[in-house]
């Protein structure tokens, strides 16, 4: 499987931004999927996930109510709606696909957000 997002870029606070994640390869073997981000000098950590039978979702704390992940099967993409957008929300931001027995991920896309 491979992965590639995109959409990042530059924004000032309150903006807003979509990510996205397009998946090829064996996809269909794909249970979940899910955007991580890492700050400088932060552990990466899961922002949103959401499952390929049933799409059900599931949020970091920080971000439930302000991002929005979706996924377009047809499409082999996955998106992340980010809103209200924050310096705090500064990072890298990676895809990355679950398997039964591996995960994959992408290169990252960056988020900048000036206040």
């Known amino acids: 499987v491979q992965l590639v997002e995109s959409g990042g870029g530059l924004v000032q606070a309150g903006g807003s931004l979509r990510l996205s994640c397009a998946a090829s390869g064996s996809t269909f073997s794909i249970n979940a999927m899910g955007w991580y981000r890492q700050a400088p000098g932060k552990q990466r950590e899961l922002v949103a996930a959401?499952?390929?039978?049933?799409?059900?979702?599931n949020y970091a704390g920080s971000v439930k109510g302000q991002f929005t992940i979706s996924g377009d099967n047809a499409k082999n993409t996955m998106y992340l709606q980010m809103n209200s957008l924050k310096p705090e929300d500064t990072a890298v931001y990676y895809c990355n696909a679950l398997m039964a027995t591996k995960d994959y991920w992408g290169p990252g896309t960056q988020v900048t957000v000036s206040s």
């Open positions: 959401i499952t390929s039978v049933g799409g059900s979702t």
